[in-house]
């Protein structure tokens, strides 16, 4: 199975060549994937070099003209380094573009801090009107790709993750799907962490959603699973723990319940290791999952009592 960045340039490749309107702005990183469309295409296939601000300027200015852009290159270098060009060269100046990262928050352990970017959607989340789409396998990859550049103008982030799921779903830009349904509570699992989620609860008697497009977060599909309460929900992310847990809140915000928000610890790995060390020290493996999101919707000992 090719990878989610393998499947993005190749996807990307032939929109190039479908939307005359499409262009590619790499920073060095990803140029390999793009250099069969770059002879195709030298206009539309852009390498800025290693300046990430300028691969966000750049595109703005390419939304300006009329263009539909694509910018791509590592989360913490498309997110957190370029953060005041995303703010205003393309909120501030309402400036629609795709930008698609790798490596988020653990997917290249080798790398080290400065290529990890587990609180990159919290601090999207400080803007306004962004799509954030994660999907969980190469083929959701491209047809979140195929919804994010059809997008008009809007502004989308595309998270690709180099862990994936073994079989993609029927995704459709938008809402959540129902995997599993249980009484005991609901349990969100967001993109590549799916197949560990449905490992952890196996057994459990709740329901399970999956997420692929997290903003706007689809709080009908929450309320709908949690009925009229009261519920507890665990939100299961690959990045910061407890960036969507408000959204959860205001969801069921006249619905008794609880929230609980797993996903990477604000602690800093500085032993790097590997991915799946990464994930049992985030306790988002399996086994910890489970004995996490038990805890959390088993009886209370009140309930245990009367039992």
Do not use: C
């Not at 300027?57 to 852009?69: F, K, S, T």
């Amino acid at each position: 199975m090719d990878t989610m960045r393998e499947r993005f340039a190749s996807v990307t490749s032939r929109l190039l060549d479908e939307d005359p309107r499409l262009a590619v702005v790499l920073a060095e990183i990803g140029t390999d994937g793009f250099a069969e469309a770059a002879r195709r295409h030298p206009d539309r296939v852009i390498n800025v070099g290693i300046r990430e601000q300028l691969l966000v300027g750049v595109g703005g200015g390419l939304a300006l003209a009329g263009m539909r852009p694509v910018l791509h290159t590592f989360a913490s270098f498309l997110v957190e380094r370029p953060f005041e060009q995303v703010k205003l060269d393309l909120g501030h100046q309402d400036a629609g573009a795709v930008l698609v990262s790798a490596y988020g928050s653990y997917d290249w352990p080798a790398g080290g801090y400065t290529h990890m970017a587990p609180g990159d959607i919290a601090l999207l989340d400080t803007l306004d009107g962004w799509t954030v789409h994660v999907p969980g396998h190469p083929d959701e990859a491209a047809t979140l790709l195929r919804h994010a550049v059809a997008a008009g103008d809007d502004k989308v982030y595309v998270r690709l993750s180099q862990q994936a799921n073994a079989a993609g779903r029927p995704v459709d830009g938008a809402g959540f799907l129902t995997v599993r349904e249980g009484r005991a509570g609901v349990v969100v699992a967001v993109g590549p962490l799916l197949d560990d989620v449905l490992a952890a609860t196996e057994g459990l008697d709740v329901t399970v959603l999956y997420a692929t497009t997290v903003r706007p977060f689809d709080a009908a599909a929450l309320r709908a699973a949690v009925g009229p309460g009261p519920a507890d929900v665990v939100l299961v992310e690959p990045y910061l723990a407890g960036t969507s847990t408000a959204y959860a809140n205001d969801a069921l915000a006249d619905v008794p319940h609880r929230v609980l928000g797993l996903g990477t610890a604000r602690g800093e790995l500085r032993r790097y290791g590997t991915v799946p060390e990464h994930l049992r020290a985030h306790g988002l493996d399996p086994a910890s999952l489970r004995e996490r999101i038990a805890a959390f919707t088993g009886p209370r000992d009140g309930a245990r009592a009367a039992a």
